[in-house]
Structure formats: C-alpha cells, structure tokens
C-alpha cells in the first residue's frame, strides 16, 4: 500500500495542491507533476548538482530532498528566473555571452547555485565563486566561463541595484 499526503507549494510564485505518494522526490515532483523539466537528474545521490532548486532561498538537492518536505515551502526553479517579460535575466544572459555552458545539462543547477550566491553576496570574488561551484559538476566546459559569467551577471545586477535581496 502505498501512503499518500497531500501537499500544497508555491513553486515559482504559483501555488500547487497535489496529493502524492510519500517517497516521491521533489526532483520528480517538479518533473513529472508539474512539467518542470529544466530541474535535471544525473546522479541521483546529490554528488552532480544539476537538481539544484531553491527552497526558501537556499539551494537544495532536489533529487534527496521528499516533496511532502516541501509542504507550505517556496521552491524556486530555473523556469523561474526569467524576467516578468520572459526575456533572460542577467545571469542566463551571462551564461549565454560568457560561453558558461555547453551541452547544458548541468546549466540548470549552476543557475540556481549562482542565484543563491549573488542573492546573498553582492559582490563575490573569483575565488568566493569557486568555491561555491564546488558542489555542481559539469564534463564540458572547464568552469572558467561561468565563473566570468557569475561575475559579470555580479557587475550588471549592482549596477541595476538588483544584486541583494531580490
């Protein structure tokens, strides 16, 4: 028998009631629940990062964390972090001119550690960078230019005073 619970989260600013099994992920309640497919699986033991999300404003392994733990929680994802027009915000759009991604598989989860970063620390140095990619892998682009973009996403968001708090 399987033990269901029925959830209620605001996931990129829209709520949603579900009523799920109890071992479903949050990595595939976003992906099969709700059509949220830029989340991405690759490891499924929290090693790769590319299920990176927000919850609350923190990043979280989406693949280790239950959906029922996001029960009343804000889960923020990468199809959120477009601008209200729709158009790339600044990080995207730095990834994009900077050449941070590739065969863009990991990409997601770089974004949202990125926000997470930039959201808390304006202004974060290379090194401070590095050390926080740390938990995201990626095969293809040796992280120099999402480095350069995470900087240059930095310069633009302080420049627009956007860069803390958002």
Do not use: W
Not at 109 to 122: I, K, N, Q, R, V
């Amino acid at each position: 028998m399987t033990t269901t619970h029925t959830i209620s989260v605001v996931v990129n600013g829209k709520t949603y009631e579900r009523s799920i099994a109890a071992r479903i992920t949050l990595a595939d309640f976003l992906r099969n629940e709700l059509g949220l497919t830029g989340t991405h699986l690759g490891c499924e033991h929290g090693v790769c990062g590319a299920c990176t999300v927000l919850v609350d404003g923190q990043t979280v392994r989406s693949c280790l964390m239950f959906a029922v733990q996001a029960q009343g929680r804000s889960v923020r994802t990468v199809e959120g972090l477009a601008e209200s027009d729709g158009s790339l915000n600044p990080l995207q759009r730095a990834f994009r001119e900077k050449h941070g991604l590739q065969c863009g598989f990991c990409t997601p989860g770089f974004l949202m550690t990125a926000t997470e970063l930039l959201e808390s620390d304006p202004e974060p140095n290379e090194t401070k960078i590095r050390e926080v990619l740390t938990g995201n892998l990626c095969r293809c682009t040796g992280y120099s230019g999402i480095v350069e973009a995470i900087l240059q996403a930095a310069q633009e968001l302080r420049a627009r005073g956007e860069a803390h708090g958002r």
